[in-house]
């Protein structure tokens, strides 16, 4: 099979054998898969992963001995736990000491015609979620971890710092909490998308400093993180909803000072997110930014990488 | 009277006149401070304060015209709130926006003979508390913020890292819980001040990673902090209890890989201190390294810089 292979920094399409799941994991034909900004992390050496890219994806099971899931329509959750560890006893197999990360840690990804995937990492999708809208699954399951570790009430003023589209993910869950909610970022055109959602969208630079209770930082940037303390009030909580490679170089006095509480967020459960896109509560078609054929995986990669760029999609197969 | 002055870097005992406490305010005579770590960082330009410096002291109140404070024996907090905005109406003064801090913050601090405190700011102490053990009070109630912050449960495995007289004052407020409490430093004789009081101590370089669920950082440094994540388990919590002076550059990727909880924790209600001592719950004797007179205040503050330093006091009234 064909996939794309992360090796000393560089990418190929590159021939690779088809994987032989075993008993308990499901073989699955991927149909289309998303860039994650984190793949471009990958790329310039976060993690130092070698091996296939690719977390974010929708396919049909080719081969599972366990269950009825041949010919179902799948995502998979990406950290794939031990089974046996105290984490994944509670259901926190994103945080298995010994777990494997899809397409970021010693786990050959999505960027490929087939993919292994343990049958209990499986989520079925309803037919009424089209392939584009199936593969924000776990980006947006990453959104609503937000709400498996923060309470947010409705009377809350919260704030989403950075457009991307994590960003504008993250302001469509946040949306349903009811909260007074406010995007700064520095993309015309995102914030544009933002405002017809019906929240509060800003220049970064028109919003210096405010009274907000929860302020999510989705931008990876040190210059994110400061703005995010200088918007929170005190007490306030600071959600860290990137990936950060390399160090951050930052003021800690204002968190010691304001006594601010700064949490990071990861991965979150995938079925949250599948109900929501089967309810049509959540809003991802405006997201994309364009759909490549596989063998223009480069160019995908590439367009992913300008600043600016939404969701870039690939078409693996048919 | 005399005070030791913060002007341009430099500190000197200095003739100021007599501060006149206004209408809900009280003229304090002061009996003993404390050096503390901020005051260091405030010579070294931290908060760009200049004033008398001292924030932590214990007093009899000389001049008062309200209540029945005259000859009272007192510390005070040493946050002054406004009085009339949110924060102040729910009890943070110590967040009131428009706040002076003493010694601190737009605010002439204990470090002089007299000192002037808001009548609301006075807490009264118990005869059965000494002077010396009453300069801890303030102190003191930093490390009961923790507790005030986050819920500790006798089931919680804790660790302190820093083994200086906040880390140690910390564990002393920690043990309270009933939590398995661990700390880690660099100097022998102060963790064998801790193993006195029953918990266990290492030095630094024999704990490089853990499994604890919450860790306090007391160190101030960017090392300490590091530890203190390597020491926590998935989804633990950090406890940022240090003046951060400057930039701090850290490894972000950790907090949002672990789903860390950071917390920012500054200054504490003086009442469970005080009551704390009262009580004998706490032991703060060890943690005297020298009385100087107040004459002597320049040797004082050179004595409190020196690494591994605990308490240094100034007996300023007899």
New interface residues.
């Given amino acids: 099979m064909q996939g794309i292979y992360l090796e000393n920094g560089t990418t190929q399409l590159k021939d690779l054998p088809t994987p032989a799941p075993k008993a308990d994991e499901a073989l699955v034909r991927v149909s289309m898969a998303g860039v994650c900004n984190t793949d471009l992390e990958l790329m310039k050496g976060?993690m130092g992963f070698e091996g296939v890219l690719g977390h974010e994806f929708v396919g049909v099971v080719d081969q599972c001995s366990k269950g009825d899931w041949r010919g179902k329509r799948v995502c998979g959750e990406i950290n794939f736990g031990c089974g046996t560890c105290g984490?994944c006893a509670r259901g926190?197999e994103r945080?298995c000491?010994n777990r494997t990360v899809l397409g970021i840690l010693n786990q050959n990804g999505a960027f490929a015609e087939s993919v292994v995937i343990p049958c209990a990492n499986l989520i079925s999708v309803p037919d009424t979620i089209s392939d584009s809208a199936a593969v924000f699954v776990e980006p947006l399951a990453a959104a609503f971890e937000i709400l498996e570790?923060v309470q947010i009430q409705p009377k809350d003023r919260v704030a989403v710092v950075g457009d991307g589209k994590l960003g504008l993910l993250i302001c469509q869950v946040l949306l349903l909490t009811g909260c007074e909610l406010t995007l700064t970022g520095k993309h015309e055109s995102k914030l544009a998308i933002a405002r017809s959602w019906g929240l509060e969208a800003r220049n970064k630079d028109e919003v210096t400093e405010g009274e907000f209770d929860l302020v999510v930082e989705a931008s990876g940037s040190a210059a994110g993180?400061a703005t995010a303390l200088e918007l929170l009030r005190?007490?306030g909580t600071l959600v860290?909803?990137?990936?950060?490679?390399?160090?951050?170089?930052?003021?800690?006095?204002?968190?010691?000072?304001?006594?601010?509480?700064?949490?990071?967020?990861?991965c979150g459960l995938f079925a949250p997110a599948t109900r929501a896109l089967a309810r049509n509560q959540v809003r991802v078609d405006e997201l994309v930014d364009a759909v490549f054929p596989f063998e223009q995986a480069a160019e995908a990669l590439a367009r992913a990488a300008l600043p600016g760029t939404l969701k870039v999609l690939l078409q693996v197969n048919g």
């Avoid at 990137?242 to 304001?258: F, H, M, R």
Wanted: hydrophobic content about 40%.
């Fill in positions: 976060y984490f926190l945080h000491p570790q993180f005190p007490r860290l909803k990137s990936t950060y490679a390399g160090k951050l170089e930052l003021d800690a006095a204002p968190i010691v000072i304001n006594e601010i509480t700064v949490i990071g967020s990861r």
